[in-house]
């Protein structure tokens, strides 16, 4: 398997740009996570879901931060719009039921 | 609600030194424990994991981690360190499983000295 997949990897937009982060999860994982990792804050957890249905967002940090999830092979991170404050590497991870999550190697955003 | 403390940011040691890194977890129910690394420029991979039974556990590249509950501490050691250990290492603490949300430490950058 080629583990979870995001893209891009890197991504530099200007502030009030729309910004869109994809993520291919693990095949027959039902667990998807969206993280973000800077330097202030460590890594936080901004979603998941099991089975394409959120259940927690309590992480996401402001209604300008959207996530979906249309079916059990991609998700999307949306940020509209984005501001420089925004500027972190961004991780998606799958996990199959009482499985451990596998990180993707990441998008690393950068907001002017 | 759980978190995780990691003491300092960064630690340093010589090739063939022990290494030993330090959590300690506060969380009012039984823990899931965890250990991922994260190489320069890469995703996190995990190193261990402790959920039940065992409270000494073994992972991949020589570690090994010990749950005390008594202490609430969940330490990571190798005995001999690598050029390759060289990375970040974040300790994490979940209460309902493996797959559901994960508090994660601000991680510790080992250096490994020649």
């Known amino acids: 398997d080629a583990g979870v997949i995001q893209s891009p990897r890197h991504e530099v937009t200007e502030m009030g740009q729309e910004v869109t982060l994809r993520c291919k999860p693990i095949s027959g994982h039902d667990y998807l996570f969206w993280y973000r990792q800077t330097m202030m804050r460590g890594l936080e957890l901004l979603i998941y879901f099991n089975n394409n249905v959120p259940i927690d967002d309590s992480g996401m940090p402001e209604d300008r931060f959207s996530a979906k999830m249309p079916n059990a092979s991609f998700s999307t991170l949306k940020i509209q719009p984005s501001e420089p404050r925004d500027s972190a590497v961004y991780f998606c991870a799958s996990a199959a039921s009482r499985n451990i999550q596998y990180f993707g190697a990441g998008t690393r955003l950068s907001v002017l | 609600a759980q978190s995780v403390t990691q003491l300092g940011s960064h630690v340093s040691v010589s090739e063939g030194a022990l290494v030993l890194l330090r959590c300690n977890y506060s969380?009012?129910?039984?823990?899931?424990l965890f250990w991922y690394v994260q190489y320069p420029n890469q995703g996190l991979q995990l190193l261990l994991k402790?959920?039940?039974?065992?409270?000494l556990v073994k992972g991949i590249n020589g570690f090994e981690a010990e749950f005390k509950k008594s202490e609430t501490s969940f330490h990571l050691t190798k005995p001999s360190a690598h050029m390759s250990d060289a990375a970040e290492y974040f300790c994490a603490v979940s209460v309902t499983g493996a797959n559901s949300k994960l508090t994660f430490g601000k991680g510790i950058t080992l250096s490994v000295r020649p």
């Open positions: 402790y959920t039940t039974g065992a409270t």
């Open positions: 969380s009012s129910v039984p823990p899931y």
